[in-house]
Nanobody
């Protein structure tokens, strides 16, 4: 059974940092394309960062380039999103996702976590 569990969200002041984790079970994370997505109130879910199965391709949304870093610890079967220089507009529920096929960083991935709230105060 494919399962993804996010953690690490919370309340942080503008300019602060958070690291999100996504623990996978029931499958091997590195055999899948992985991604982080977010959804703010009243907005559509959007791709924040995605990484291909062999790490050869990494995507970042323009809004987070230079501030966020996606990484994967294969030994722990865990995906991370390091978020620095956070801004109030980064406030959203963040989801990790995985798909056995290589995909563009769009919210069409097959498997999803339950999400973790990130709130950035000004």
């Amino acid at each position: 059974q494919v399962q993804l569990v996010e953690s690490g969200g919370g309340l942080v002041q503008s300019g602060g940092s958070l690291r999100l984790s996504c623990a996978a079970s029931g499958f091997t994370l590195e055999d899948y394309a992985n991604g982080w997505f977010r959804q703010a109130p009243g907005k559509e879910r959007e791709g924040v960062s995605c990484i291909s199965r062999d790490d050869s391709s990494v995507y970042y949304a323009d809004s987070v380039k230079g501030r966020f870093t996606i990484s994967r610890d294969n030994a722990k079967n865990t995906l991370y999103l390091q978020m620095n220089s956070l801004k109030p507009e980064d406030t959203a529920v963040y989801y990790c996702a995985a798909d056995p096929e290589e995909r563009r960083c769009l919210p069409s991935f097959a498997s999803w976590g339950q999400g973790t709230q990130v709130t950035v105060s000004s």
